[in-house]
């Protein structure tokens, strides 16, 4: 099984793909799955505003490169920020066992919801994550309202 310091080198990949994201001209977050073992599955960022396609969350992302899995009981989802409902509705549809969120500071999302529902959910509550974000979405606060669905 993962041990719980390996929680912060799988959320390293995930701050990459923010990292990549922003680097890009989208919005700066990165996920990434990974299996039983730790071994990562697929990874992936957020690409709204690269593709013009608001379905392309980190998340869902993350979860298409990883392909078909037989099971996501012992998977372990990594995200930069605490996931949406679309991305949340994912883990509990696909029964992902576990999830790790960077931070729940810029967005809280469906963390609470989905320990209700029995998700293993850790939050790493990093700073880099916050800030990363969070100065994001000072300098585009348009784009972040699209992407939360804010009017
Ligand atoms: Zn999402």
Redesign the pocket.
């Known amino acids: 099984m993962v041990r719980s310091e390996d929680y912060q080198a799988m959320l390293d990949v995930a701050i990459a793909e923010a990292r990549l994201g922003l680097a890009e001209g989208g919005i700066p977050?990165g996920a990434a799955m990974f299996d039983g073992e730790g071994n990562l599955l697929g990874r992936g960022h957020?690409r709204r505003v690269q593709e013009n396609d608001p379905s392309v969350?980190?998340?869902?992302d993350a979860f298409r490169k990883a392909g078909r899995q037989r099971s996501y009981r012992n998977c372990t989802m990594v995200?930069t920020l605490a996931?949406?409902?679309?991305?949340?509705g994912?883990v509990r549809q696909f029964n992902i066992g576990t999830l790790v969120v960077g931070e729940s500071v810029n967005f809280q999302?469906g963390a609470q919801w989905l320990r209700d529902h029995g998700v293993k959910v850790i939050d790493l509550q990093s700073s880099e994550c916050v800030d990363l974000l969070a100065n994001y979405v000072v300098a585009n606060p348009a784009i972040w309202n699209e992407?939360i669905g804010q009017d």
Request: proline residues 6%; charged residues 10%.
């Open positions: 977050i957020n969350h980190a998340e869902t995200t996931p949406c409902w679309y991305c949340s994912l999302g992407d």
